[in-house]
Nanobody, 121 residues
Framework: QVQVVESGGDLVQPGGSLRLSCAASGSISRIYFMGWYRQAPGKQRELVAGISSDGTTNYVDSVKGRFTISRDDAKNTLFLQMNSLKPEDSAVYYC???????????????WGQGTQVTVSL
């Protein structure tokens, strides 16, 4: 069984920083794409940042230059460093992992339960 768990969400003032972490555990053979999504109240879930297995990254325009995504494949962990936070960054942030499990041998997407980020005075 595979689990994906996020951590690091918090209340922070505008201009502040947060670092989100996501740990994938269980019967994992290989992790392909990993990404951070977010969903604010009344809005659709959007891809904030993604990173492929070869290290290629992509970001939504609104976070370019402020957020940095990285991964540690040895620990099956994903990170999102968020700087210069704005109130519009407030949302529940979800981790997504496209991975191949060992038993059963299936490749599919896994999602975490989400972590709340609130940017406010």
């Amino acid at each position: 069984q595979v689990q994906v768990v996020e951590s690091g969400g918090d209340l922070v003032q505008p201009g502040g920083s947060l670092r989100l972490s996501c740990a994938a555990s269980g019967s994992i053979s290989r992790i392909y794409f990993m990404g951070w999504y977010r969903q604010a109240p009344g809005k659709q879930r959007e891809l904030v940042a993604g990173i492929s297995s070869d290290g290629t990254t992509n970001y939504v325009d609104s976070v370019k230059g402020r957020f940095t995504i990285s991964r540690d494949d040895a620990k099956n962990t994903l990170f999102l460093q968020m700087n210069s936070l704005k109130p519009e960054d407030s949302a529940v942030y979800y981790c997504n992992a496209d991975l191949l499990s060992i038993v059963p041998r299936i490749r599919r997407d896994y999602w975490g339960q989400g972590t709340q980020v609130t940017v406010s005075l």
